[in-house]
């Protein structure tokens, strides 16, 4: 299984960010995936999630400011990020839902007043 999230960077407060997620070594179109974070002391949390036919189902701080999406041909999930705030500064990653053990190396995101 490899999980490669990028699209991180730095931005400014108010703006935006689109995340992508290669996935590959399993079955990715009959698979529920999810965008999770960890800021810096703190747990991961789950903040997007989608099912394998696409629908979306948006978790946590961010629900109302993301929108999930996924390209079952390319293997592809992302995470469009608006109205971006400090707090959503975090390392980024994609994962299955549930999560497996098998993380990648994530995207860190970091928001600038």
């Known amino acids: 299984v490899q999980l490669q999230a990028s699209g991180g960077g730095l931005v400014q407060l108010g703006g935006s960010l689109r995340l992508s997620c290669r996935a590959s070594g399993f079955d990715f179109s009959t698979t529920d995936m999810g965008w999770y974070r960890q800021a810096l002391g703190k747990q991961r949390e789950l903040v997007a999630r989608t099912t394998s036919a696409g629908v979306a189902i948006p978790r946590g701080s961010l629900k109302g400011r993301s929108t999930i999406s996924r390209d079952n041909r390319l293997g592809m999930v992302f995470l469009q990020m608006n109205s971006l705030k400090s707090e959503d500064t975090a390392v980024y990653y994609c994962?299955?839902?549930?999560?497996?053990?098998?993380w990648g190396q994530g995207t860190q995101v970091t928001v600038s007043s």
């Open positions: 994962n299955t839902w549930p999560s497996s053990s098998l």
